[in-house]
Nanobody
Framework: QVRLVESGGGLVQTGASLRLSCAAS?????MGWFRQAPGKEREFVAA????????AYADSVKDRFTISRDNTKNTVYLQMNSLRPEDTAVYYC????????????????????WGQGTQVTVSS
């Protein structure tokens, strides 16, 4: 069973940047970041394939967030720039059930082995 550990969250002001990390206990293939704000459903943020070439983003974060990975460290990153109060949420990383990358596989049901989450709070 894959263990995923997120880190890097915190409290920042509008316009600031944060980099989240997701360390896996073993090799993973397609990985995704999701977030969940209080009272809302968990939503897709970004995904990345094994090579790092294939990526996908939610429209709400495109051009502000960048997903990347270092396979030598079994770690996936989410660089978040120009943060907004509406980005406030608990951020989770997860491993896609299927190994292949799909830009359209954006449901939490497409993923398994979730981390515990890291809180990101953006103040106005």
């Amino acid at each position: 069973q894959v263990r995923l550990v997120e880190s890097g969250g915190g409290l920042v002001q509008t316009g600031a940047s944060l980099r989240l990390s997701c360390a896996a206990s073993e090799r993973t293939y397609t990985m995704g970041w999701f977030r969940q704000a209080p009272g809302k459903e968990r939503e897709f943020v970004a995904a990345i394939g094994w090579t790092g070439i294939n990526t996908a983003y939610a429209d709400s974060v495109k051009d502000r967030f960048t997903i990347s990975r270092d396979n030598t460290k079994n770690t996936v990153y989410l660089q978040m720039n120009s943060l907004r109060p509406e980005d406030t949420a608990v951020y989770y990383c997860a491993k896609r059930k299927r190994t292949n990358f799909s830009a359209t596989a954006r449901s939490p049901a497409d993923y398994e082995y979730w981390g515990q989450g890291t809180q990101v709070t953006v103040s106005s």
